[in-house]
């Protein structure tokens, strides 16, 4: 948790000519936020919508949707279908979303018929997103 590093290091990769930079480095992406202003260049946030830190230059957040997960084995374990293990939750089932609002939606408007014909592929299992996990090493 270091803001001022991150801020370091992503004017560093700024500098070298990098456009956008997905942060998931908690609170040290607030320094990834304000390089990103400084610059007047891009940032992804992580994990819940960031994007009114910086208006105009947080290009979207990734969402953790935790509140889908804890719903769903809640349900299950109601149903007496809950089963014990890992539970991965993605597009399909609504585990992991981008954000888009107020703050960002003028941004994602020109790309947004390619994010969801892009959703679109992955759900339908047409691109294979790897699985780090499952990765040899």
């Given at each position: 948790?270091n803001?001022?590093?991150?801020?370091?290091l992503?004017?560093?990769?700024y500098?070298?000519?990098?456009?956008?930079?997905?942060h998931a480095?908690?609170?040290?992406?607030?320094g990834v936020?304000?390089a990103?202003e400084?610059k007047?260049?891009?940032?992804i946030?992580?994990?819940?919508n960031?994007?009114d830190?910086?208006?105009?230059?947080?290009a979207?957040?990734?969402l953790?949707?935790?509140?889908?997960?804890?719903f769903?084995?809640?349900k299950?374990?109601?149903n007496?279908?809950f089963q014990a293990?890992?539970?991965d939750?993605?597009?399909?089932?609504n585990?992991?979303d981008?954000?888009?609002d107020?703050n960002?939606?003028?941004l994602?408007?020109p790309y947004?018929?390619?994010?969801?014909?892009?959703?679109a592929k992955i759900?339908a299992?047409e691109?294979?997103?790897?699985?780090?996990?499952?990765?040899?090493?």
């Amino acid at each position: 948790m270091n803001p001022t590093r991150g801020k370091e290091l992503a004017l560093s990769q700024y500098g070298r000519g990098v456009d956008v930079i997905f942060h998931a480095a908690g609170a040290s992406g607030l320094g990834v936020f304000d390089a990103a202003e400084e610059k007047q260049k891009y940032a992804i946030g992580c994990d819940s919508n960031q994007n009114d830190v910086k208006p105009g230059r947080i290009a979207s957040s990734m969402l953790k949707r935790v509140d889908t997960a804890v719903f769903e084995i809640i349900k299950a374990e109601k149903n007496g279908t809950f089963q014990a293990g890992r539970h991965d939750f993605g597009l399909k089932d609504n585990g992991i979303d981008y954000a888009v609002d107020k703050n960002n939606a003028a941004l994602i408007a020109p790309y947004k018929a390619k994010l969801d014909e892009v959703r679109a592929k992955i759900v339908a299992g047409e691109i294979k997103v790897p699985d780090y996990y499952l990765l040899k090493k």
